[in-house]
């Protein structure tokens, strides 16, 4: 099956998650230290809510919180840490297409599912094409 439409080869503007300001170098990256305990989180919560078992609205509201994925531009990198992220360079996520061949990647890691990438994907979508974007998620 070939897609009927054609991607965006349109830049992304970054901004990083410290000063808030275009981030034009830098990189988008994810603590492993963060991931492992969200990982053990899950485990945790998912022992103790059998798939087969109904749970209430305090329960969902206990559900362990993924790992955040973030932006940090060359400034604020220096000053974070991040001893034991995964790193990608923004040059190599600097348009859609690029962010979806890394999506590809990233989707066959182990720890994926531990991520916020979904939520983080589509608050990029939202900032950059808002009207491209509304709808029901």
């Known amino acids: 099956m070939t897609a009927s439409r054609t991607f965006t080869t349109s830049a992304i503007t970054w901004r990083c998650h410290q000063c808030d300001l275009p981030a034009r170098a830098g990189v988008l990256h994810i603590n492993h230290q963060q991931v492992h305990a969200a990982e053990q989180a899950a485990k ?11 749970f209430n609205v305090a329960d969902v509201l206990m559900m362990p919180h993924l790992a955040q994925w973030q932006v940090s531009c060359d400034g604020c990198l220096s000053s974070h840490d991040c001893g034991g992220c995964y790193e990608i360079s923004l ?3 600097s348009t859609f297409t690029a962010l979806l061949r890394w999506q590809a990647h990233l989707y066959d890691k182990s720890w994926f599912d531990a991520t916020n990438w979904v939520a983080f994907v589509h608050r990029l979508a939202q900032e950059h094409a808002p009207h491209e974007s ?3 998620w």
Do not use: C, N, T, Y
């Open 44 to 54: 945790a919560w998912d022992a103790d809510h059998p798939a087969d078992e109904a």
């Open 91 to 93: 040059s190599q996520v």
């Open 134 to 136: 509304a709808g029901a």
